[in-house]
């Protein structure tokens, strides 16, 4: 199993940026899919991720995120990146890093992850 562990949260104001990391370790057919989900106070995990790479890097994202979000992998997919711009209140939640071994991860929830981090928070300030 990877074990994972997301960085790079923590408050900023609105507009402003934050980049997560989350760093992999474990076979790298277990991290074919890579994916990132949000947890908002008081609420339950979302159950689609807000964006996600696939096995080739190719990138897929929420409509939540589109264009304001960019995820990213080093090669060896080691370390997967969140690059967050244009940060907005409703963006405030725990940021989740989850690793599976399907191929494309299109269609996707979380119940299809086995492996998971511990989560960052980011807190967004208007």
């Known amino acids: 199993q990877v074990q994972l562990r997301e960085s790079g949260g923590g408050s900023v104001q609105a507009g402003g940026s934050l980049r997560l990391s989350c760093t992999a370790s474990?076979?790298?057919?277990?991290?074919?899919?890579m994916a990132w989900f949000r947890q908002a106070s008081g609420q339950e995990r979302e159950g689609v991720p807000i964006?996600?790479?696939?096995?080739?890097?190719?990138?897929n994202y929420s409509d939540f995120v589109k264009g304001r979000f960019t995820i990213s992998a080093d090669d060896a997919k080691n370390t997967l990146y969140l690059q967050m711009d244009s940060l907005k209140p409703d963006a405030t939640a725990t940021y989740f890093c989850?690793?599976?071994?399907?191929?494309?991860?299109?269609?996707?929830?979380?119940?299809?992850?086995?492996?998971w981090g511990q989560g960052t928070q980011v807190t967004v300030s208007s």
């Open positions: 964006a996600s790479i696939d096995r080739d890097g190719s990138p």
């Open positions: 474990g076979d790298a057919y277990d991290k074919n899919c």
């Open positions: 989850a690793t599976a071994r399907f191929w494309f991860c299109r269609g996707t929830s979380s119940v299809d992850f086995p492996s």
